[in-house]
């Protein structure tokens, strides 16, 4: 039997702090545009090394589905960054045999996110084509943007944002009393088609605790796929890193 993993509730896990700390970055941005806001994790390098990832793969063409437009979606979005940077990089990089499209939303349950990252790409990617759309991942019952992109999505991204939910520690009555962390792979899963690729990253849990809260329950057909390395460190004569990203596959 697997142990149940938990952490300490922080009010990083609630709506309200988002909603104030974006306010905070749309009013830095308003007076100066440089400030796009923070890049989360941007210590540990991890947004170059899942976007470096990604171009790897797509340019040995190691992906598992064949179509000519690639659509990503990014779990909870927060300023955009990632999928600003991913847009860049993929003009500059992608170096593969096939010629592709590619198409960038992205999700978080903060308005406030979503109308900075709208506002950044107005200003910054006017020629350019991002959706961003304000999204409860949890919500269970008339989750519209979950019927309406049911099996869409090539690459789904998470940076941080699995983190955030297992900060709430709340039951959630729609889901028989689970908390967040173990509906969200359920959830996410329904944006997924055959083959596609959910790639998250986290520094509240290790691999081996990550890929348990993903695959525990076995009817989202989620198993690993592949994985980053980061620098590791060793104590106590355990091997361990403060940061993980696995890919995994709807199968």
Wanted: charged letters at 25%; proline letters at 2%.
């Amino acid at each position: 039997m697997t142990e149940e993993i938990r952490l300490n509730s922080s009010k990083l896990g609630t709506q309200e702090y988002w909603n104030e700390f974006y306010k905070r970055e749309i009013n830095n941005f308003q007076e100066n545009e440089e400030d796009t806001g923070e890049c989360w994790f941007d210590d540990s390098d991890a947004e170059n090394k899942m976007i470096q990832f990604i171009l790897d793969k797509l340019n040995e063409d190691e992906f598992p589905f064949t179509h000519e437009e690639i659509k990503f979606l990014d779990l909870g979005t927060g300023n955009g960054h990632l999928l600003f940077q991913l847009h860049e990089d993929l003009e500059e990089e992608y170096e593969g045999q096939r010629e592709l499209k590619f198409g960038f939303t992205g999700v978080d349950y903060s308005p406030d996110s979503v109308e900075f990252s709208r506002e950044i790409a107005a200003k910054k990617y006017p020629e350019s084509s991002f959706s961003f759309d304000q999204v409860d991942l949890l919500a269970k019952h008339n989750n519209t943007f979950l019927l309406d992109h049911k099996q869409q999505f090539d690459i789904l991204l998470d940076k941080g944002t699995l983190d955030a939910i297992a900060l709430n520690q709340d039951p959630l009555p729609d889901f028989e009393g689970k908390i967040g962390m173990d509906a969200y792979a359920d959830q996410v899963s329904q944006l997924m088609h055959s083959n596609s690729i959910l790639l998250i990253t986290s520094c509240n849990f290790t691999e081996e605790e990550l890929i348990q809260i993903i695959t525990s329950n076995k009817s989202n057909s989620l198993s690993v796929w592949g994985k980053i390395n980061y620098p590791s460190f060793q104590f106590g004569g355990a091997k361990g890193s403060t940061i993980c990203s696995i890919a995994f596959i709807k199968n």
